[in-house]
């Protein structure tokens, strides 16, 4: 049954996609619709991650990679649909609902009830508050990520005086820079807490705060890089394209945390 909702899930953030789409030369009836689908597709997948948690047996379920990949999706969704409530438009939409889409289609694809987590960790509640806060901290620097090269992309084209009805369609480069810092504002303090509950969680589990394995290590490098980017913006006050490239290559350091160390270490940490 999960398996089928996560392949009616996907039609449904393909149909939000698609009105969102039309939108951009049609009426705000489309753009309606979108947010419409877009809303209930999310609202689908809180349901599909109720009845994950409870084929699993515990509140948290991410037992292998495929349902990681579900909570995920959720997580930017997540994101997204608080900062989209007073700043976010439907371009931002646009790029992230295939995202969504390729995620969820991977896990209905592959989907598995195969639990390689074990649960005594799923249930233990410090594991699941270290679990959820990385989720939602790599959430919040996915978007950052979009943003800056939204931002980036629109700079490029008034530069060049050239622009259409994408670029109409979002914020300008001070609101898109706002958003970005935003959401970094949101992830910094939410990998934070993933940190000091995962050495937390060690020291039960193991006898050890630290641990020198390739994800607690580039989780922490992962925390320097978006913390030294604060300290830029709003201690040494930069602004514009300049630090706005540094955040887009910042995420580099997102994705060998939560795809390369995974793929090549295989411990607990895998999922996340």
């Known amino acids: 049954?999960?398996?089928?909702?996560?392949?009616?899930?996907?039609?449904?953030?393909?149909?939000?996609f698609a009105c969102l789409?039309?939108?951009w030369f049609r009426s705000s009836l489309?753009?309606?619709?979108?947010?419409?689908?877009?809303?209930?597709?999310?609202?689908?997948?809180?349901?599909?991650?109720?009845?994950?948690?409870?084929?699993?047996?515990v509140f948290l379920p991410v037992a292998n990679q495929h349902q990681a990949m579900v909570f995920f999706a959720w997580s930017v969704l997540l994101v997204f649909l608080f900062i989209r409530r007073g700043s976010a438009r439907g371009s931002f939409a646009l790029v992230l609902l295939p995202l969504v889409m390729a995620l969820l289609l991977a896990a209905a694809v592959g989907y598995s009830t195969e639990v390689k987590v074990p649960l005594k960790y799923l249930a233990d509640q410090i594991f699941a508050v270290h679990t959820i806060s990385a989720f939602l901290a790599y959430a919040a620097f996915a978007i950052s990520f979009v943003t800056?090269?939204?931002?980036?992309?629109?700079?490029?084209?008034l530069k060049s005086r050239r622009g259409g009805s994408f670029y109409r369609q979002l914020p300008n480069l001070e609101k898109l820079e706002h958003i970005a810092f935003f959401t970094i504002l949101l992830g910094v303090p939410l990998m934070t807490v993933t940190l000091i509950t995962g050495f937390i969680w060690a020291k039960g589990e193991f006898?050890?705060?630290?641990?020198w394995e390739p994800k607690i290590v580039l989780a922490t490098v992962t925390w320097l890089v978006y913390s030294a980017l604060l300290y830029i913006r709003y201690v040494r006050s930069?602004?514009?394209?300049?630090?706005?490239?540094?955040?887009?290559?910042?995420?580099?350091?997102?994705?060998?945390?939560?795809?390369?160390?995974?793929?090549?270490?295989?411990?607990?940490?895998s999922i996340h």
């Open 30 to 57: 489309w753009s309606r619709a979108g947010n419409y689908f877009l809303d209930l597709g999310f609202l689908l997948l809180c349901v599909i991650l109720f009845l994950e948690a409870m084929d699993v047996g």
């Open 207 to 211: 006898g050890h705060f630290w641990l």
């Open 148 to 157: 800056s090269v939204l931002y980036l992309l629109q700079h490029r084209a």
């Open 1 to 16: 049954m999960t398996q089928a909702l996560l392949f009616v899930n996907t039609a449904i953030f393909g149909l939000a």
């Open 238 to 269: 930069m602004h514009g394209s300049t630090i706005m490239r540094y955040l887009l290559f910042s995420f580099s350091s997102v994705l060998v945390t939560f795809l390369g160390s995974g793929i090549f270490y295989k411990t607990a940490h």
């Open 21 to 23: 789409l039309i939108s």
